[in-house]
């Protein structure tokens, strides 16, 4: 059968500057991203992490690479093993390592070393609220976040929680890349709406590679 989107180049679309949602770039690696995550996961599983506030996160998280972000009732930080497991964090493979520096080069970064990747899965209904990635060392360091499975809105706003936002549909594949002038803008998701994709099941999962050290 014809498939009208199988032959589909990315494509750049900017959002502020220095920051630009790289469309597609990532989806003909979906699979074997999915497989590694699915891998991960099976290391250091899934979970809903308590807010310093004391309220459970919507969105479960595993992470991989030298360091992990993760929260407890004494705050968000970067930390070397996972809590819940007490494990390490497995390596970050070749794989994300190279999409996350190839992609911040194209998004203008160059130089990129993620030490960190938080992987985030959302199921029908969870969200991350509008809030700054600003736990990391060197602000000069961008963000490279990926897109997998079921799409979501993305929230892009200013430097204020009040500011408005610019909401954009993030599918499978996607690829945002923020740093520089736009590194610590408020950005967030809205409510997952329920569905079944065919390569990630009823979830969308969200890559964030970070220099975090
Ligand atoms: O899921 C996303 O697209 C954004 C994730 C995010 O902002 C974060 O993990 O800090
Ligand atoms: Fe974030």
Redesign the pocket.
Do not use: E, G
């Given at each position: 059968m014809l498939d009208l989107f199988s032959e589909e180049a990315p494509w750049q679309e900017p959002l502020a500057e220095g920051a630009v949602i790289l469309r597609r770039r990532a989806r003909d690696q979906a699979d074997a991203l999915l497989a590694e995550i699915y891998a991960i996961a099976a290391q250091n599983p899934f979970a809903h992490r308590i807010t310093p506030g004391g309220h459970r996160m919507s969105v479960a998280m595993t992470n991989c690479g030298d360091l992990g972000w993760s929260s407890d009732s004494r705050g968000y930080q970067y930390t070397e093993q996972d809590n819940h497991s007490g494990h390490k964090w497995p390596p970050m493979p070749s794989l994300f390592r190279e999409l996350a520096q190839q992609t911040a080069q194209e998004a203008g970064f160059s130089g990129f070393n993620p030490d960190a990747c938080?992987i985030?899965r959302y199921e029908p209904g969870a969200k991350?609220t509008l809030?700054q990635?600003k736990d990391e060392k060197d602000l000069r360091q961008p963000i490279v976040?990926v897109?997998l499975g079921l799409p979501a809105v993305?929230q892009f706003g200013g430097f204020e929680r009040g500011d408005a936002t610019q909401r954009v549909l993030?599918e499978h594949g996607d690829i945002v890349v923020w740093g520089g002038p736009s590194r610590l803008r408020y950005?967030g998701?809205l409510p997952l709406k329920p569905g079944v994709h065919p390569q990630a099941g009823a979830f969308r999962y969200?890559l964030?590679f970070r220099r975090a050290h």
């Open positions: 938080l985030n991350l809030h990635d976040s897109s993305f993030l950005h998701i969200n964030t």
